[in-house]
Nanobody, 125 residues
Framework: QVQLVESGGGSVQAGGSLRLSCVVSGYTSISSCMGWFRQAPGKEREGIVVIDSNGSTNYAESVKGRFTISKDNAKNTLYLQMNSLQPEDTAMYYC???????????????????WGQGTQVAVSS
């Protein structure tokens, strides 16, 4: 059974930073496509970044240059470093692992995946 547990959310002022973590367990496939998506109240899920087994990444334009994804395979942990946070980044953030995929791209992450319980990020102006 695949389980994902996120942590690291919180409240910050605009321009601040947060680092999210996600511990993944039960996923044994050699190849992977995993990343982060977010959902703000009343809005659709937005895939923001993915990383594949080779370390290749794909970012949504909304976070490119501000957010950085990384993973520690030894710890089965996925990270999201978020800098220059803005009020529009306020959302529930989820890490996710794709069950199957043709392309490992951020826009496809919110669908057909395993995901965790989420961690809330609130950015005030």
């Amino acid at each position: 059974q695949v389980q994902l547990v996120e942590s690291g959310g919180g409240s910050v002022q605009a321009g601040g930073s947060l680092r999210l973590s996600c511990v993944v367990s039960g996923y044994t496939s050699i190849s992977s496509c995993m990343g982060w998506f977010r959902q703000a109240p009343g809005k659709e899920r937005e895939g923001i970044v993915v990383i594949d087994s080779n370390g290749s990444t794909n970012y949504a334009e909304s976070v490119k240059g501000r957010f950085t994804i990384s993973k520690d395979n030894a710890k089965n942990t996925l990270y999201l470093q978020m800098n220059s946070l803005q009020p529009e980044d306020t959302a529930m953030y989820y890490c996710a692992v794709k069950k199957r995929w043709d392309l490992c791209i951020a826009s496809e992450l919110p669908y057909g995946n395993y995901w965790g319980q989420g961690t809330q990020v609130a950015v005030s102006s």
